[in-house]
Structures are given as structure tokens and as C-alpha cells.
């Protein structure tokens, strides 16, 4: 029996998607049966991201109003046999499924995975409900910015109130230097109180994966794709070390800290 | 056959003495019988006032206390009694005493008057509300709301609303360890934080906990340090003794 594992921010476009594609890949780099089921209904992106957009027959609407099994709507990655998503319809909204009907669909499915990643789309209204009606646990991204951190405050709020574990958190679009003004990680986990999975670095690198359809995971040199594997390893119950964020010192000041000398 | 007799004993008693009236040093005072039935008093309560009435007659006007002992009398009830006492021109009820509550105001008054101790986080988006004052152990974050109808107390850091005194009491206090809010309200007066451009380095409002409060006949917010608390809650016991007394 797997777990299924909500993740969720409440404000968009800090990286749920991203973070979503990420760890489920990363989960299956360690032969893990994962699932990816996209909740967005009506914007759905994991797909695309993933590369797998053009393969879509069945939806998780279809699935969930038995037009088909679920089975049916699943898509295997292109890259991994132990990976696969069951996508979001584009062409319905949210209230097109209710949260029934997703516990019904999540709990099919996890008896056949590993980890089931459930990829909640923004807000706090019907498809966030849908979204954690079935997960076992909760993964929280936020971004080190006041209003993301605000509305990640807010859901994890919410999610206390539910029937799971206290949910996790991923600091995303961590900047490698830090700004006397703006927060850094340790502000964003001082506010929200909660166990902190793992930091992903600002990278460009992860927006262009997007673009290509690979998820960032997959490129062994970027440093975004080390803080996802990392993040996938503590899931799976290891102790892995936060890493240190490159700050992408000066040649003088490298030499410097070599030394032993203050920088 | 006991119970009857006393029944015809009871309805021969000419002098049951179901009212009373004592005049005392504060003035008088009407002692309701609290066993008999509420009809029979209301009653003897009419007879007694068509007799006393030539007593007061025109006389001064008299602020009387009524004393129902252990009878709970609901809110009409109590209203016939002052009616029927306030006939008399010069009778005026001051104080209408009764030593039974009902529970809900039981339950009401313990809760306003007591401490809610509450251990959580008051995350963005979430209103804590008790009745009567608060202690939080924890924080309240930006965008959450705490409230009470007293005092709040927080041991830990206040980072976004709260309001003290939400009934209208202005000797409420809001005390944190460390004070960095977005809003603090007590009664209806106001303090906003100074905007964030302003404080660049995000630090709290003060080095040390204090207490938030409405200064002496001012209606704005003042702080003081959290150790001089003692001394505010004294005056403040002080003088709504005073005022009760006057």
C-alpha cells in the first residue's frame, strides 16, 4: 500500500507543478512505483512539463465520472516504466469532480504504487479540497517571498485541521545570495514552524528542463536537481545533510576562505 | 394528610409574612419569600402595596433594594415585581438582588472571568476568539487574528492582530514576549504598525516583552515593559473598585 502525498501552497506560481514533476521523478530515479495525479482541473500543467502532453486520452474527469478506468487514464513516462500520471482534464473546472470521488480514485491507486504525488492546483476552494481529501501526507512549497510565505501560512492552517501527519515544507527559488531585505530560509521557517524537507536554488536551468519537457531531476549537474534528489531521499526516510547554498563567492574571497581568513 | 393540613394551615395564616420590608441603614429592602409560589407572592406583594401606599403617600422618593433569596425569577417575572413595587409614586427599585443564576450565565461568567490558556499557532487566516482573557503559547502569525473580550497574553511572537477588551473594556492589556504586530486594538482604539518600508530590518517593535495599553484618558495605544504589568493591573482593580463605590 503507498502513501499519497499532497503537494501544495496555496499562492501559484511558486513551483508546485515543478516540485511535483521533481520529486515524482526523483522518487522513480530510486525505482520507487510512483504515481503523478494533476488536480488542476481545467489548468493543467504537470503534463506539459513533463513532456507527456501529447499523449492524453483519458482524464482524471473521465476516470472519476467512469467513462473509463482508472487505469485506462494513466500515461507511462517516456522515460521511466515505474512512473506515470493520471492528468487533469483541460476542457471542465474544478467542481467538474468532488472530493469523493477523489478519495475514490486515490485510493484505487495506491495499492498498485509506491507514492502517489498529488499536485494541487492554487487557492484554497473546491480543488484544493479535492486535492487532500485523499493524501496520507502534505508537502507545503513556498517561495522566500512575504505574500507566498503568507498563504503557505494560511494552508498550513487549513491542513492541521485535517486527518494527516503535520504536513513538510520546501523552500523553493532559494536565492544563492542573500539580501540584507529579504527573507532567507530561516525567517520562512521560523514563521511557519514546520519540518523543513528540503531548499531548491533559484536556477534558470529548471525553467528550461520545463521547456524541454525533462524534468530538472534528470540533469545531475544542476544544483536544483541535487536539492530534489535530496528531498526524495529524505522522503524515503533518509538523513541527508541541508545542503550549503553556493554563494557564488569571488575568486579573492574563495582564496580568502582557503586560508582560514574571515570573508 | 399531613400535606393537607398544612396546606389548610398555611391558606388560614393570615400573617405569612410572604414580603417583607426592612429598613436597614442603606435604605429598604423588600425580602421576597423563595419557597412559596410565585402567584401567592405576587399577591400578597398587590395587598401589601394597596396597604403601604398611604404609608409612602407622598412622601420623598425612596430607592428600594428587593432581595428574591434563592428564587430565580425570569426576566418578565422580575419586571411584574418592579412594576407592582414602582406604583407606589415614591418607590424607585434600585437594586434587584437574587442569590440563584441559571447556568448558562454560570458558564458565561467563569469563562470571562478566567484565563483560556490555548497552546497552537494562530496561522494566517485563522481567528482565535475566548471570553475573557488568553494566554497563547505560541505564536500569531501575520494575517492571524487573536481576540478576547479581556486581556491577551502571548507568550511568544506577536506578528499579526490582536485585539483585547473586544467588549469594550479599555483597562484590557495586550502582552507579548516579543511585540512585532500588524494591529493591536483595545476597545476601540487602534495602533497599526509603522509601515514596512520603515523598518527595514525586520526586527520586533521592542527589545524586551511589553504590554500594550490604553493610557490614562487617552485614546491612544501606549506600550510599557511587561514587568511594570503588575503595577497596571492594580490601578487599574483600584479604580473600578472606586467607581463602583461612588
Redesign the interface.
Known amino acids: 500500500m503507498g502513501e499519497a502525498i499532497v503537494i501544495t501552497s496555496g499562492k501559484g506560481g511558486v513551483g508546485k507543478t515543478t516540485t511535483s514533476a521533481n520529486i515524482g521523478t526523483a522518487l522513480a530515479l530510486q525505482e520507487k512505483k510512483v504515481c503523478l495525479v494533476d488536480t488542476d482541473i481545467g489548468l493543467r500543467n504537470l503534463d506539459v512539463v513533463m513532456g507527456l502532453d501529447n499523449r492524453i486520452i483519458y482524464d482524471l474527469v473521465d476516470a472519476a465520472e467512469g467513462r473509463c478506468r482508472v487505469q485506462q487514464a494513466l500515461i507511462r513516462d517516456k522515460r521511466f516504466d515505474c512512473l506515470h500520471l493520471l492528468p487533469a482534464a483541460q476542457t471542465s473546472d474544478k467542481s467538474a469532480v468532488n472530493a469523493e470521488q477523489m478519495k475514490q480514485i486515490i485510493s484505487e491507486l495506491k495499492p498498485d504504487y509506491d507514492y502517489v504525488i498529488i499536485d494541487c492546483p492554487a487557492g484554497i476552494e473546491q480543488g484544493y479540497k479535492n486535492a487532500v481529501s485523499g493524501a496520507d501526507q502534505a508537502i507545503v512549497v513556498t517561495t522566500p517571498d512575504i505574500a507566498a510565505v503568507r498563504d503557505a501560512d494560511r494552508i498550513v492552517g487549513l491542513l492541521e485541521q485535517e486527518d494527516m501527519s503535520p504536513p513538510r515544507l520546501v523552500v523553493n527559488r532559494v536565492r544563492r545570495t542573500q539580501e540584507e531585505d529579504l527573507l532567507d530560509v530561516d525567517d520562512v521557517v521560523a514563521t511557519l514552524a514546520i519540518d523543513l524537507l528540503g531548499i531548491i536554488v533559484d536556477d534558470e536551468e529548471v525553467l528550461k528542463a520545463s521547456h524541454k519537457g525533462e524534468p530538472i531531476v534528470m540533469n545531475p549537474n544542476s544544483q536544483a536537481s541535487l536539492g530534489y534528489r535530496n528531498i526524495a531521499r529524505r522522503i524515503l526516510g533518509e538523513s541527508v545533510p541541508l545542503m550549503a547554498i553556493d554563494q557564488k563567492k569571488s575568486l579573492f574571497a574563495k582564496v580568502k576562505s582557503m586560508l582560514g581568513l574571515k570573508v | 394528610m399531613a400535606q393537607a393540613l398544612e396546606v389548610k394551615q398555611m391558606s388560614t395564616e393570615p400573617s405569612k409574612n410572604l414580603v417583607t420590608i426592612k429598613g436597614t441603614k442603606d435604605g429598604l429592602t423588600v425580602l421576597l419569600d423563595d419557597q412559596c409560589s410565585f402567584d401567592e407572592l405576587i399577591k400578597e406583594l398587590k395587598e401589601k402595596m394597596k396597604k403601604d401606599k398611604q404609608v409612602f403617600g407622598n412622601g420623598p422618593e425612596v430607592e428600594v433594594k428587593v432581595d428574591a433569596g434563592y428564587r430565580y425569577l425570569r426576566s418578565h417575572q422580575k419586571e411584574q415585581i418592579i412594576n407592582l413595587l414602582e406604583e407606589a409614586e415614591p418607590i424607585l427599585v434600585g437594586e434587584f438582588h437574587s442569590k440563584v443564576i441559571t447556568r448558562e450565565q454560570a458558564e458565561r461568567e467563569k469563562e470571562e472571568g478566567g484565563l483560556t490558556s490555548v497552546a497552537k499557532?494562530v496561522?494566517?487566516?485563522?481567528v482565535l476568539r475566548i471570553q475573557g482573557d488568553v494566554l497563547l503559547l505560541g505564536?500569531v502569525?501575520?494575517?492571524?487574528i487573536i481576540e478576547a473580550t479581556g486581556n491577551v497574553y502571548i507568550l511568544g511572537t506577536l506578528?499579526g492582530t490582536a485585539r483585547a477588551g473586544i467588549e469594550g473594556s479599555k483597562n484590557a492589556v495586550v502582552c507579548a514576549s516579543v511585540m512585532a504586530p500588524h494591529q493591536i486594538s483595545i476597545s476601540d482604539a487602534i495602533f497599526y504598525a509603522p509601515d514596512r518600508y520603515e523598518k527595514?530590518?525586520?526586527k520586533p517593535l521592542f527589545e524586551e516583552p511589553v504590554y500594550a495599553y490604553i493610557a490614562n484618558e487617552d485614546v491612544e495605544i501606549s506600550f510599557e515593559k511587561a514587568r511594570l504589568l503588575g503595577q497596571f493591573l492594580k490601578k487599574t482593580a483600584a479604580q473600578k473598585e472606586n467607581s463602583l463605590n461612588t
Open positions: 499557532i496561522r494566517s487566516g485563522q505564536d502569525n501575520p494575517g492571524g506578528k527595514k530590518d525586520r
